[in-house]
């Protein structure tokens, strides 16, 4: 396996999979319901699976069972309540739609979790998740970015 050391941007999955299927077993907590497929250019050339993910071509598997936590996501609706943000996706397990950071936490939970792995630093991994901000035009998306790099998790 080789490592991620590759300029790395984040590209929409929403053609292979519009939707994420997730459930919320807690405040701030999130599982996968269904695999969802990320496809971004930095996995190119990584071979790597397990009993949570798969790394093929390119394309990263989220399997079902896959558990992680996000702050960010969990101010989605006091957000649109307000104004401040737009409502996403319609979701049954989000009050205002699914939020916007939704792909990105998922991507960067599973780089942070994973980042000895694939060969892949707290650095690039900041990066990746803004850059994917930016693409997917999120709303707030320097207040999501500075946030994640300030309070989240750091690594597994």
């Known amino acids: 396996m080789r490592s991620v050391n590759q300029k790395c941007i984040f590209l929409n999955s929403n053609a292979t999979n519009p939707q ?3 459930s919320k077993p807690a405040s701030f907590h999130y599982e996968v319901m269904e695999a969802h497929v990320l ?10 699976e397990d009993e949570q993910i ?5 394309l990263l598997t989220v399997k079902p069972g896959f ?6 996501m969990g101010f989605h609706a006091p ?7 737009r409502m996403g996706v319609i979701d049954k397990v989000f009050v ?8 990105h936490s998922l991507l960067r939970a599973v780089l942070l979790q994973y980042s000895g792995t694939l060969g892949v630093d707290r650095a690039r ?9 930016v693409d997917a035009k999120v709303p707030l998306r320097g207040l999501w970015s500075a946030l994640a790099r300030w309070f989240g998790p750091r690594g597994a």
Not at 40 to 48: A, T
Not at 96 to 103: L, R, S
């Open 67 to 72: 558990q992680w936590r996000s702050f960010s």
């Open 79 to 85: 957000l649109v309540f307000f104004g401040l943000a």
């Open 54 to 58: 798969s790394v093929a071509d390119g």
């Open 39 to 48: 496809k971004h250019e930095c996995f190119q050339g990584v071979e790597f």
């Open 96 to 103: 205002y739609g699914q939020p916007w950071t939704i792909e």
């Open 20 to 22: 994420l299927k997730l």
């Open 125 to 133: 991994i900041d990066a990746i998740y803004a850059q994917g901000l």
